[in-house]
T-cell receptor, first 113, second 114 residues
């Protein structure tokens, strides 16, 4: 069974600092990987996705993630945090005929002024 | 609208009552998913519809949960004899299908069982 682990349920960074949100997956076959963001009282918005093309994936709002098969990781980064980045971030993996997403437990990002 | 819509946005019900949640997917999207998000947790897959195929119900937590979808349009998720542990945000997502794996999420229905 596939699973997703997000290290750190809460991450705080200063405005302008590097954002690094960690995600590791377990899968016996190459998965499709996603990062979603959820702002308060809103639905999930897709940030970026990996579907076996380029291992470095660029998404919206300056975020990017790198697929590392040897480390089974798909960490999310952004060079410089903005106050508007404060939200909850979910890593998810999809495979199988139904393509349902298996989500990590989420990481709440706080950006300090 | 262009996105996935869900109704109601909030629902408060008494334990033991039945509730029905609605999802309007993006027009033309062949796949539709229901997920549940409990407070402070990630999303749990509930059920998946693809076109006119039999739905994948493998994520439904009990037989009190059921869902229907007519063709590639509206879906309803029904919870019978609600329990307090059913309190959660129920999210619907639709997907174009084919080689496009992106799921587009609705704003969710917050269900509170008192």
């Amino acid at each position: 069974a596939q699973s997703v682990t997000q290290l750190g349920s809460h991450v705080s960074v200063s405005e302008g600092a590097l954002v690094l949100l960690r995600c590791n997956y377990s899968s016996s076959v190459p998965p499709y990987l996603f990062w979603y963001v959820q702002y308060p009282n809103q639905g999930l918005q897709l940030l970026l996705k990996y579907t076996s093309a380029a291992t470095l994936v660029k998404g919206i709002n300056g975020f990017e993630a790198e697929f590392k098969k040897s480390e089974t990781s798909f960490h999310l980064t952004k060079p410089s945090a903005h106050m508007s980045d404060a939200a909850e971030y979910f890593c998810a993996v999809s495979k199988g005929s139904a393509r349902q997403l298996t989500f990590g437990s989420g990481t709440q990002l706080t950006v300090l002024p | 609208g262009a996105g996935v819509s869900q109704s109601p946005s909030n629902k408060v019900t008494e334990k033991g009552k039945d509730v029905e949640l609605r999802c309007d997917p993006i027009s033309g999207h062949t796949a539709l998913y229901w997920y549940r998000q409990r407070l402070g947790q990630g999303l749990e897959f509930l059920i998946y519809f693809q076109g006119n195929s039999a739905p994948d119900k493998s994520g439904l937590p009990s037989d009190r949960f059921s869902a229907e979808r007519t063709g590639e349009s509206v879906s309803t998720l029904t919870i019978q004899r609600t329990q307090q542990e059913d309190s959660a945000v129920y999210l619907c997502a639709s997907c174009p299908g084919g080689r496009n794996y992106e799921q587009y999420f609705g704003p969710g229905t917050r269900l509170t069982v008192t």
